[in-house]
Structures are given as C-alpha cells and as structure tokens.
C-alpha cells in the first residue's frame, strides 16, 4: 500500500530521502508488507514533525523501538527509532537515566559499569 507521491515527499523533506522506504520488499523485513511506510526519525523535533504529517493526511502510525512489534492495521506509518539510540544524561547523584528509546540494556548497562554504577532491567 504505496503512499501518494506528495505525501511521501513531504515524509522524505522531513527525515530524508534514505530514512523513508515504502517499498514491499524492504517492509517484509519489518513485519508485512501492507504497511504505508517505514520512517527513520533521529530526534524528538523529527518524531514530532512525522506525527503533525500524519495527523494532517489521517494517516495511522506506529512506533516501534527494541520490542516487541504487535499488530499493524493496513496503511499503517511504521516508525522505526532505531536512529534515536543515544544515552541523553546519566545523573549519578540522583541515580537515574535519560535515555532515547532505542537505548538497549546492555548498552546502558556497559555505560553504567564504567562508573561504577548497576542496574537491573
């Protein structure tokens, strides 16, 4: 399910060219291939820029980070936050980290021992 030519361009202007894909053969990778579109945001302003698009042309959307995927109603935008994997802070006195979604544990964790500090997930 091909997204209007328009409506992918406006897409693309906001993540680029190479973070927006609606072809069948890479969505299949994903999970199905009746999905709008797959789109690679970076940060918050890109999410929140994809979002305003989708609401502005009704379309439905869907983010996804490291778990699990569920079920997509067709024409669904897949957003894949795989790009937004940056740990933001760790607040040693407070004890607490701000992280993108696609921060895994052990990502955090490797970040953690090397200041000493633990977690459990």
Known sequence: ??????????FADVVGEENICDDPVMMAAYFKTDLGAVIMPKDTAEVQAVVRLCNKFKLQFRPISTGWTGVFVPGTIMLDLRRMNR???INEDNMYAVCEPYVTSAQLQAELFKRGLNTNM
């Open 87 to 89: 740990i933001i802070e």
């Open 1 to 10: 399910m091909a997204l209007d030519k328009d409506i992918y361009s406006a």
